[in-house]
């Protein structure tokens, strides 16, 4: 079984910053990409930033230049410092896993439990 846990939400000011955080944990024998979406009230879930094992980051065009995602693959954990935040990034925000559960074994995606961000105005 893997866990996928998010932390760091919290309200936060127009124009102020925050960093959330993203830990696997389990029966990983390899991740390979992780990635941040987020869901704003009464909208679809939409894409954020993702990583690769080896270190690639693609963001979202709402989140380039404002938003950097890192990982630490010896901890299995990304991190989403995003800055200069707006009203219209108030949502909440999940973190993705991609599993390996053994050697040459199939990847599976696994979905964490989200972390609130409401920003206010």
């Known amino acids: 079984q893997v866990q996928v846990v998010e932390s760091g939400g919290g309200l936060v000011q127009a124009g102020g910053f925050l960093r959330l955080s993203c830990a696997a944990s389990?029966?990983?024998?390899?991740?390979?990409?992780m990635a941040w979406y987020r869901q704003a009230p009464g909208k679809q879930r939409e894409f954020v930033a993702r990583?690769?094992?080896?270190?690639?980051?693609t963001y979202a065009d709402s989140a380039k230049g404002r938003f950097t995602m890192s990982r630490d693959n010896t901890k299995n954990t990304v991190y989403l410092q995003m800055t200069r935040l707006a009203p219209e990034d108030t949502a909440v925000y999940y973190c993705?896993?991609?599993?390996?559960?053994?050697?040459?074994?199939?990847?599976?995606?696994?979905w964490g439990q989200g972390t609130q961000v409401p920003v206010s105005s």
């Open positions: 990583t690769t094992n080896g270190g690639t980051t």
């Open positions: 389990g029966n990983i024998f390899r991740i390979s990409d």
């Open positions: 993705i896993a991609v599993v390996r559960y053994r050697d040459s074994g199939p990847f599976y995606l696994h």
